[in-house]
């Protein structure tokens, strides 16, 4: 059974980085395309960063210039980076990853607040 674990987030002061994690098991098919999603309180689930199966990357205009997304060299993690947090960066953030085929698997979550 696919499985996906996000890690990596916590509490940090506005201006400080994280980087979330988001392991897979269960495949025997490497991650092929992936994408980091955010909610929070209140809000709809929101596209923050993608990345392709040719490792073209896409970022929601709010994170552009401070998030990055990228995979580790066995295409098993998909990590997100991100720098000069913001407030408004606080919410539950989510991986969403395809392993070569048209479904889609989804992480459990994991907050981060930014809060001084």
């Known amino acids: 059974q696919v499985q996906l674990v996000e890690s990596g987030g916590g509490l940090v002061q506005p201006g400080g980085s994280l980087r979330l994690a988001c392991a897979a098991s269960?495949?025997?098919?490497?991650?092929?395309?992936a994408a980091w999603y955010r909610q929070a309180p209140g809000k709809q689930r929101e596209l923050v960063a993608a990345i392709t199966t040719a490792d073209s990357t896409n970022y929601a205009d709010s994170v552009k210039g401070r998030f990055t997304i990228y995979r580790s060299y066995g295409k098993t993690t998909v990590y997100l980076q991100m720098n000069s947090l913001k407030p408004e960066d606080t919410a539950v953030y989510y991986c969403k990853a395809r392993f070569g085929g048209p479904s889609d698997y989804w992480g459990q979550g994991t907050q981060v607040t930014v809060s001084s």
């Open positions: 269960g495949s025997i098919f490497s991650i092929s395309s």
